[in-house]
């Protein structure tokens, strides 16, 4: 498998620029049980930060999707790469409470969407359809690895220095990712491709039924995935709590090397997924996948008492369905779209995607804080993750009217 990354060196460059910049993604829900202490946080409050991240995630992806559109995908994703290490770096050195977490880290997701959305263009230039969905999976499965190498990181620089340690740990490979991408790409073609006069993106996306059915099942699917992996260190913290003693920074730890090691099922979904579907078509791989993740949202909540061995294979099988349709929702949107018209598609899917998943971990928060006794670690998660289950219900929908063979639809 990795054998036909090896084959393609300049994708294999930016798989490896997006996974280290990605590092410090995941740096706040890995220290998330530490921080609620030490930065005197509710619940609400450390899903205000998650959901900070998103929604700034989410402004940067509309911003550099428009931007790849008019000057070239391949210079936004330079500009956004050297943005995201600089921005990394002072996370790491000044957030230290609530206030200056919630602004820092937002302002590190306002720097990273141009090494998102612009890379899968670039994907898409580069490749056909019947090998695109390989090279998104591994767009995808690096950022996986990322995330899995972001709460490695950050677990075990938590456990030996506190979360300051883990922060700038995560921050130093952020910058060497960013440091890769502009030595990758010096070279890549920044194409700009040629808009029609009489059609502007709106009625584009809006007379097109499959793009229309694939942004909701984007939506919807980011919902699920995103409150799920803001909140799933702190779930698998409270469920080794419940198994047994620990003391804090140790729990945290341990949940966030569990939940690495989801991200680490996340890259097998991803690199799998997209070329299954190549082969089976993105409808039923997007059907399936979503259909399954639903069932896990509802059920892994209940689960917190279980004995760790069982939550974790559960959890396992939800980090494979509910990231494993991220590769292929991508491919799809590539084929249903006018190339001339896919940066501003995309910063569509990035508003009501990211923008649902700025809401869920705060709505997550606050259904935790409705459940639980105030003032107590949590241990009743069953409704928070029935919550985010909606979200996998509406995607599958969206996957089912799907029609069986993608194609872009012409305005009549």
Not at 99 to 120: E, R
Not at 249 to 259: Q, T
Not at 309 to 332: E, K, M, Q
Request: charged letters at 10%.
């Amino acid at each position: 498998m990795l054998a036909n990354l090896a084959r393609d060196p300049w994708l294999g460059s930016v798989v490896v620029s997006r996974m280290l910049m990605t590092t410090i993604f995941m740096t706040y829900a890995a220290c998330l049980t530490v921080l609620l202490e030490a930065w005197d946080m509710t619940a609400t409050e450390a899903g205000t930060i998650a959901g900070g991240f998103h929604f700034g995630y989410m402004i940067s992806l509309v911003v550099f999707s428009w931007l790849a559109d008019k000057i070239g995908a391949s210079r936004v994703f330079l500009v956004s790469a050297s943005l995201s290490g600089i921005t990394a770096l002072l996370f790491a050195l000044f957030a230290e409470s609530f206030l200056s977490g919630l602004v820092l880290f937002t302002l590190v997701a306002l720097s990273q969407g141009g090494t998102y959305y612009p890379a899968i263009m670039l994907i898409s230039d580069r490749y056909p359809s019947e090998r695109r969905g390989g090279a998104m999976g591994w767009l995808i499965a690096g950022t996986s690895l990322g995330y899995a190498l972001s709460l490695g990181l950050a677990g075990w620089m938590l456990a030996v220095g506190g979360y300051k340690l883990a922060f700038l740990v995560t921050a130093g490979f952020t910058l060497l990712g960013s440091a890769i991408a502009l030595i990758a790409l010096r070279r890549t073609p920044n194409v700009i491709h040629a808009h029609e006069r009489d059609q502007g993106f709106v009625r584009e996306i809006a007379t097109n039924g499959p793009a229309v059915k694939l942004v909701g099942g984007y939506t919807f699917h980011s919902w699920e995935l995103l409150g799920m992996w803001a909140w799933m260190p702190a779930f698998l913290a409270a469920s080794l709590a419940a198994s047994g003693s620990g003391a804090l920074a140790a729990l945290a730890a341990g949940g966030a090397f569990l939940s690495a090691g989801f991200h680490i099922v996340g890259f097998f979904a991803s690199s799998t997924m997209g070329q299954l579907s190549d082969r089976l078509g993105r409808r039923t791989v997007l059907l399936s996948l979503a259909a399954a993740s639903t069932v896990c949202s509802f059920a892994i909540g209940w689960m917190v008492a279980l004995p760790i061995a069982v939550v974790a294979v559960v959890g396992a099988i939800y980090a494979f369905t509910s990231l494993g349709d991220s590769p292929v929702l991508s491919t799809a949107i590539t084929e249903v779209t006018r190339p001339a018209y896919l940066g501003s598609t995309l910063a569509v899917r990035g508003v009501l995607g990211f923008g649902a998943g700025a809401i869920a971990p705060l709505v997550f928060g606050m259904v935790i804080d409705a459940t639980n006794p105030a003032g107590q670690p949590p241990t009743d998660w069953g409704w928070a993750f029935v919550v985010l289950g909606l979200g996998g219900l509406l995607a599958t929908i969206c996957a089912y009217l799907l029609p069986r063979g993608l194609r872009r639809e012409e305005p009549r």
